[in-house]
């Protein structure tokens, strides 16, 4: 590794020495000696993101072919509703267990919200919801779907409607697309109500199988992420923060069989040929779904640390 020559300050520690711990073509990817934390280098612009996230961001055909600048978004996000919305039942079981206030509609704000399925699934569960999201196509895609008050975020300071307070705030796969991801944290924390809690998810860098795939893992490789975290750096990033850790879990995902066999091919090209002969042999297993729990993502939940208050 070589020391990166521009100084980069740690959100998380506030050191900073850095080393390119990766070097691709189009970027390179930072890690703080101190705690761990690694971040794109450089930053994405406000031009360039606009130009990732668009309706293209949903039914990305490139996903998974060998330029990386195309590295970015779901080859067809509308066809993995049924599955991330059984994701999403596993985790509003969860959520409950967190959830002091015990009134009927509890308020649920969806930072980054996507097309909506998170809210569907909260709302058919009696949460009151809103969405916050950066990619217009989506925005507009949520309020022809659904009667759900849903605002754009375009990179401002204006986040929501700061006279309103919610329950819990959600960041699902959102904190390591954000360039300036304590802000955002410094949003939940004004958003939400006194014991309110925060749940994100996302990559843990820490876990055995990211390590073992190296700069192979794909979280790495996809130009929409920013910040690479661990377990440990994350909690330090909240605590930081001024959020209490109230649960951690690792936390899987359901794929369809075909899809999940063409992501195999940047890990392996040769298990990947394996995996679509098998599917050649047995083609009725195409529709058919897996849930996979390899560690790779975590699950946090914390509520924000009031003064006075325990």
């Known amino acids: 590794m070589t020391l990166c020559t521009k100084n980069k300050i740690c959100p998380n520690c506030d050191e900073i020495l850095f080393n390119v711990k990766y070097d691709f073509e189009f970027r390179k990817i930072l890690q703080c000696h101190s705690c761990g934390l690694m971040i794109s280098d ?9 130009s990732i996230y668009t309706k293209e961001y949903y039914f990305n055909k490139d996903l998974f072919q060998s330029d990386f600048s195309r590295c970015y978004g779901y080859i067809d996000y509308s066809g993995e509703k049924a599955n991330r919305q059984k994701d999403y039942l596993k985790f509003f079981k969860l959520l409950r267990t967190c959830v002091r206030n015990k009134k009927k509609h509890i308020s649920l704000l969806d930072y980054g919200c996507g097309l909506g399925y998170l809210m569907e699934v909260a ?3 009696n949460f009151n919801v809103s969405g916050i999201e950066y990619n217009e196509f989506a925005v507009t895609y949520i309020k022809n779907q659904y009667n759900y008050d849903v605002r754009h975020f ?14 819990v705030i959600t960041f699902f796969d959102v904190i390591e697309h954000l360039t300036e991801p304590e802000k955002a944290l410094k949003m939940a924390f ?44 994350l909690r330090q990033f909240l605590l930081k923060n001024n959020f209490e850790i109230l649960k951690i879990k690792k936390f899987g995902k359901t794929f ?30 195409k529709g058919c779904s897996l849930y996979i729990n390899p560690g790779t ?11 006075g208050r325990h």
Do not use: W
């Not at 375009?154 to 329950?167: C, E, I, L, P, Q």
């Not at 939400?192 to 893992?217: H, Q, Y």
């Not at 075909?258 to 990947?272: C, K, M, P, V």
């Open 154 to 167: 375009d990179g401002g300071n204006d986040y929501f409607d700061k006279s309103k307070k919610f329950d």
């Open 297 to 307: 993502k975590i699950l946090i939940f914390a509520k924000k640390i009031t003064p």
């Open 190 to 233: 004004d958003g939400l109500e006194d014991n309110g809690v925060l749940a994100i998810l996302t990559m843990d860098m820490s876990s055995p199988v990211a390590r073992v795939l190296d700069e192979k893992f794909e979280d790495i490789r996809r130009r929409d992420h920013i910040y690479f975290f661990s377990r440990k750096n």
């Open 256 to 285: 369809n069989i075909e899809a999940l066999f063409h992501r195999i091919q940047n890990i392996s090209l040769t298990l990947s040929k394996i995996c679509l002969f098998f599917l050649k042999v047995f083609p009725f297993i």
């Open 42 to 50: 450089p930053l994405l612009s406000q031009r360039e993101l606009k």
């Open 123 to 125: 709302a058919k569960h």
